[in-house]
């Protein structure tokens, strides 16, 4: 069977899930009416949430409590979110259009797009300082500071203007293939990173099972950026955009995706049989 085929119903369901708690907590946020409708649009615009999927799965590792890793699940979906409705806008990436539909300023407008973006960020240090998340506040501290590092000047953010230099909105010069990998792996791959670390510190994991587990979750963001621009590259999409593809051609690139898919699921190793549904999830990446 199709290793897609064994997780993605799982990975849907984690969605539901994720859904549910997401509209639980916009329908107890106080906003103005406009600022709603546009964080509701960005936030149910037909992700994967595969993020908080991850984030759940390592969580089960542990034994976390499904409530509480959902919950954290539906914290980093906001900044996940977020970072998309930022992206998308014409002093970034300049997309008019977002999985089909219209990029939330096209929807709304520039102004009440980052406004949106703004509020997706700031709920997601609101969901995890809550005690549901966990009853240690050393606990939620943690995952606050983590998710802080990821999504911040040293992780997306980082990554986004690394983005921006590389596609010239600076200088000319031709960016390097290794200026190019951590330009995705901060853009892209340490908020997978993050999403199994917090699994693990949810469960209060060891250092060298949180290490394992954060260090898969970084190889499997960057399988999943060179995946996904192999897709593009197959699509004619994006012909103009500086990637890993098109940095070393499809044939190479293609053999670089499932080098770090082994590298990811030798991580898992330690784990034994009980990470079942997270090999399968980062072995359909190089298929």
Same mark, same amino acid.
């Given at each position: 069977?199709?290793?897609?085929?064994?997780?993605?119903?799982?990975?849907?369901?984690?969605?539901?899930?994720?859904?549910?708690?997401?509209?639980?907590?916009?329908?107890?946020?106080?906003?103005?009416?406009?600022?709603?409708?546009?964080?509701?649009?960005?936030?149910?615009?037909?992700?994967?949430?595969?993020?908080?999927?991850?984030?759940? $799965?390592?969580?089960?590792?542990?034994?976390?409590?499904?409530?509480?890793?959902?919950?954290?699940?539906?914290?980093?979906?906001?900044?996940?979110?977020?970072?998309?409705?930022?992206? &998308?806008?014409?002093?970034?990436?300049?997309?008019?259009?977002?999985?089909?539909?219209?990029?939330?300023?096209?929807?709304? &407008?520039?102004?009440?797009?980052?406004?949106?973006? &703004?509020?997706?960020?700031?709920?997601?240090?609101?969901?995890?300082?809550?005690?549901?998340?966990?009853?240690?506040?050393?606990?939620?501290?943690?995952?606050?500071?983590?998710?802080?590092?990821?999504?911040?000047?040293?992780?997306?953010?980082?990554?986004?203007?690394?983005?921006?230099?590389?596609?010239?909105?600076?200088?000319?010069?031709?960016?390097?293939?290794?200026?190019?990998?951590?330009?995705?792996?901060?853009?892209?791959?340490?908020?997978?990173?993050?999403?199994?670390?917090?699994?693990?510190?949810?469960?209060?994991?060891?250092? $060298?099972?949180?290490?394992?587990?954060?260090?898969?979750?970084?190889?499997?963001?960057?399988?999943?950026?060179?995946?996904?621009?192999?897709?593009?590259?197959?699509?004619?999409?994006?012909?103009?955009?500086?990637?890993?593809?098109?940095?070393?051609?499809?044939?190479?690139?293609?053999?670089?995706?499932?080098?770090?898919?082994?590298?990811? &699921?030798?991580?898992?190793?330690?784990?034994?049989?009980?990470?079942?549904?997270?090999?399968?999830?980062? $072995?359909?990446?190089?298929?």
């Amino acid at each position: 069977m199709h290793a897609t085929q064994l997780f993605l119903p799982t990975a849907e369901k984690t969605g539901r899930e994720i859904d549910t708690v997401l509209k639980k907590i916009l329908r107890e946020q106080k906003m103005p009416p406009r600022l709603k409708k546009a964080v509701v649009y960005a936030i149910f615009s037909g992700g994967k949430r595969l993020r908080p999927f991850l984030l759940v $799965e390592c969580a089960a590792l542990f034994a976390v409590p499904r409530k509480r890793a959902l919950l954290a699940g539906a914290a980093l979906e906001c900044v996940h979110a977020y970072s998309l409705v930022h992206d &998308d806008l014409p002093a970034m990436d300049n997309s008019n259009k977002r999985r089909g539909k219209p990029s939330t300023h096209k929807a709304f &407008d520039e102004a009440t797009a980052i406004l949106a973006g &703004d509020a997706l960020l700031t709920f997601a240090f609101e969901i995890l300082a809550e005690p549901a998340v966990h009853p240690d506040p050393a606990v939620r501290a943690e995952l606050i500071t983590e998710l802080a590092k990821a999504a911040g000047a040293s992780g997306m953010v980082g990554g986004q203007m690394l983005d921006l230099e590389i596609e010239g909105r600076f200088t000319k010069q031709k960016p390097s293939l290794k200026q190019i990998r951590t330009m995705q792996k901060l853009k892209t791959a340490v908020l997978f990173s993050f999403a199994c670390k917090a699994g693990a510190i949810l469960g209060r994991a060891p250092k $060298e099972q949180r290490d394992a587990l954060e260090n898969f979750g970084l190889l499997f963001g960057e399988a999943f950026q060179i995946a996904d621009d192999l897709k593009d590259a197959k699509a004619d999409k994006a012909a103009s955009k500086t990637t890993f593809v098109t940095a070393i051609g499809k044939e190479k690139a293609q053999a670089e995706l499932r080098r770090l898919v082994q590298k990811a &699921d030798d991580d898992l190793n330690p784990f034994g049989k009980r990470v079942a549904m997270l090999r399968t999830a980062v $072995e359909s990446l190089g298929i």
